[in-house]
T-cell receptor, first 113, second 110 residues
Framework: DTAVSQTPKYLVTQMGNDKSIKCEQN?????MYWYKQDSKKFLKIMFS???????INETVPNRFSPKSPDKAHLNLHINSLELGDSAVYFC????????????FGDGTRLSIL | LAKTTQPISMDSYEGQEVNITCSHN???????ITWYQQFPSQGPRFIIQ???TKVTNEVASLFIPADRKSSTLSLPRVSLSDTAVYYC???????????FGQGTTLQVKP
């Protein structure tokens, strides 16, 4: 059973479009995260939710809007996609907050044409 | 924020012990030291976490000196499948988040 699953695995779209990435975890964790990994392999946290409440919101354009319908899901919606949004986006979860081991999904590779 | 410095890359051969050292001079009292492993096209995977002295699990050992300004991840008898990027992180102290550095790319050769 996949602990943290993201869909889709690959997403190719044009500039200006709106897209969503879904994430689900079946570990019973109460905290979920979104990270962005750029071409240089730097992983940067974007958002963190604890029990459906936003607790970390980094300096991310407001075109990115996370939504947590329940504590097992944290989806990422991106409006008006730009070339610079091309990256791999990882979802993660942990029990408790950032001092606990985080479990990552396998990523969504977003390519903007 | 506590910054980490680790070698960009390392080479090793199968069967050898690999030690990757990470510097974190500004580590805060409440910070833990955590290591993750990332294979291509996969998300990072937790390896080990420690606060001080030595921690060992089935995968690796983590050595932390008394001043906690550095730490060393030790991988015993590496195999080709240990080729990956290894990230050293310190946190979360008061920020509530972990900061990933650029990691160490370990290449294990036959």
């Amino acid at each position: 059973d996949t602990a943290v699953s993201q869909t889709p695995k690959y997403l190719v779209t044009q500039m200006g479009n709106d897209k969503s990435i879904k994430c689900e975890q079946n570990l019973g964790h109460d905290t979920m995260y979104w990270y962005k990994q750029d071409s240089k392999k730097f992983l940067k946290i974007m958002f963190s939710y604890n029990n459906k409440e936003l607790i970390i919101n980094e300096t991310v354009p407001n075109r990115f809007s996370p939504k947590s319908p329940d504590k097992a899901h944290l989806n990422l919606h991106i409006n008006s996609l730009e070339l610079g949004d091309s990256a791999v986006y990882f979802c993660a979860s942990s029990q408790g907050q950032a001092d606990q081991p985080q479990h990552f999904g396998d990523g969504t590779r977003l390519s903007i044409l | 924020l506590a910054k980490t410095t680790q070698p960009i890359s390392m080479d090793s051969y199968e069967g050898q012990e690999v030690n990757i050292t990470c510097s974190h001079n500004n580590i805060a009292t409440n910070d833990y030291i955590t290591w993750y492993q990332q294979f291509p096209s996969q998300g990072p995977r937790f390896i080990i976490q420690g606060y001080k002295t030595k921690v060992t699990n089935e995968v690796a050992s983590l050595f932390i000196p008394a001043d906690r300004k550095s730490s060393t991840l030790s991988l015993p008898r590496v195999s080709l499948s240990d080729t990956a990027v290894y990230y050293c992180l310190v946190g979360p102290s008061n920020t509530g988040k972990l900061i990933f550095g650029q990691g160490t790319t370990l290449q294990v050769k036959p």
